[in-house]
């Protein structure tokens, strides 16, 4: 709408129009010029500024309206002079100042509570109103504390005005202090327009419950934070391990280590396994039982061990444990206070190595000489009841009965393997002595006869020379002790019994057999016999030698080299001991012409 301003002006220009020649051009005018009316107030202008009435504009007729305007003398032009009112309507001067009050009844910090306000001084009428902001879970009626109206001084010389109020200032509104810290840029501005400099700003005293809110606030702003840098944190260390395990999934470096703890009583050296995982920088440790290569038993489980260990809390320290660093081959490693020296490693985690670091890890040499471990002597038998008796009782308090094996005894139980031997003597009387050896299998049990007196005028006695018994093999005694077994048992072995020493020369056919069918089963082995020419030449050497071909020559009258094989075995007889019908027919054939001479005579030449 446009004012009864511009009414009364649009009156005054429509009745100079009437005046002209033509009657209807008054209404065409009429017309275009509504279209550009506008206000008196301008509302582009600015605030609280004045525009002159300017009603018609960009009109085709604008010389003939402007210069009837200017004739007509009209009481709506703009004043030189505008009334004072104008002029401060809708000024308002703004002041931050603050009140303290004082609660007697309670105690402590929450006595004193200082509100921080805002003074509004409205300039047409000289009214202040005054409101504090409104703050959140503060517990106090906060908001409008003074309503707009005038405010009388105390000793009633009138009311506040602009003149009372500046920076610093102290008044005295329904009975409290308001004290001036400071104000706008408007107020300011205004107040150097009027001649009066504005002081600076100052400082309002602290709230004890705003620096509780102030200390509470920055501890919930600090928790918040700490909040997200532990989320970021989080997501961070999420994000590194779905890196590393897409990257080191089942990589594991292995390095070989020795635990020495031979200082320790009952202590060994213990070969251990250590597999350290890429992944999570986790270890376990295995430990090899007895050598390098034994039987792998878990040592300790897998986690994250620190390099020093203390106490329990050590566990909790991520980062003082140990890392790939820690590991290589000559490097000592504390786990939970066993050192353990790393010798080698796989060939993977030798190729990693090579990769990340660049250096190619030799293996150390741990081998150390076998050192024997003394041990008690076993102590000689008494000669009450068996060896291996004995020795139970050495080992045990409670001694249990020697070890038998049964399936042994049920395999060769009633058989008996029997051999010809000789007494091996320097004294030529004890040399031509003969015996028979009867091996019992099923218990390795011995019993020795001898045979040396069933011929005529030989003056010796013939009978049992030692008892069914198990022989122990010389220089063995205690828990070393060894007997004879089925395997010591052959032609042209040496038995020794009770410090005498006998030469199997011979066996019988029931022997030869079993040793066949032994051999044949893989459950034995049959000792080969050397010919019987070769052990008659071991027998007869030298002197002997001699004086039998001296014989030979003496039996032989014709001087032909040749002897009928009654008077050849009848010579060779007494060499012949031990010797089986087979060994005697090996020699006959040997001193035949021919395979084809069935003449019964010997060629005792081709003999010797």
Known sequence: ?????????????????????????????????????????????????????????????????????????????????????????????????????????LTGTDRVIIHKCILTYNLIDDSFNMMEPRQENSGLNQ???????????????????????????????????VHMVDCDDYTRKWYREQGQELGEPLQAPTD????????????????????QRRIQTEMMQVEEVKHRFLTYDRKVLRFYGVWDDRIN???????????????????DVQEHEGARTGRKTRFL????????????????DQSNCISMDDLYIGARVSIFGKGVFVYDCDEFTRRYYASQFGETMQPINITEAAVPIPRLPTPPSNGLGAEEDSIQNCKMLRP????????KYKKYAGKVMRFTARWDSERPEENCRSFIISFYPADDTVSIWETSGNGRNTGMASGKFLERMKLVKPGTSGTKIKNYTQADFFVGAAIVAQTRKFVLTSMDSFTSRLMDLEEQSGGGKKKKQLPAAIRLAERVQGEERESLMEAFRV??????????????????????YGFSDADIMELIDMCRANERDFTGIVDYEAFG
Request: hydrophobic share 40%.
């Open 143 to 177: 908001g409008c504390i003074l309503r707009r109206q005038r405010v009388q001084k105390p000793d009633g010389s009138g009311v506040y005005t602009w003149r009372d109020l500046f920076v610093g200032a102290e008044i005295v509104i329904r009975g409290q202090v």
């Open 1 to 105: 709408m446009f004012g009864f301003q511009n009414l009364l002006h649009w009156g005054w220009e429509m009745e100079y129009l009437s005046t002209q020649s033509d009657p209807n051009h008054w209404k065409e005018h009429w017309v275009r010029a509504k279209k550009d009316l506008r206000p008196a107030w301008s509302v582009t202008s600015g605030k609280r500024s004045w525009s002159a009435p300017n009603t018609i504009a960009n009109d085709v007729h604008g010389s003939r309206m402007l210069a009837a305007r200017n004739s007509v003398a009209s009481y709506l032009d703009q004043p030189k002079t505008l009334p004072a009112f104008v002029h401060v309507d809708k000024v308002a001067l703004r002041f931050r100042c603050w009140i303290k009050d004082d609660l007697a009844l």
């Open 208 to 227: 004890p419950n705003e620096i509780r809110e102030m200390r509470e606030r920055r501890k919930r702003k600090d928790y918040e934070m700490a909040k």
């Open 301 to 316: 489980v897998r986690q994250r061990i620190p390099r020093r260990f203390k106490s329990l809390d050590d566990l909790k």
């Open 400 to 407: 249990k009965p020697a070890y038998r094996d049964m399936a």
């Open 265 to 283: 009583i009952f202590g060994a050296r213990h070969y251990v396994t250590i597999r350290f995982y890429l992944f999570d920088y986790t270890l």
């Open 555 to 576: 039996a032989d009258r014709e001087k032909s080299g040749k002897l009928v094989v009654e008077e050849f075995m009848e010579i060779l007889s007494r060499q012949l």
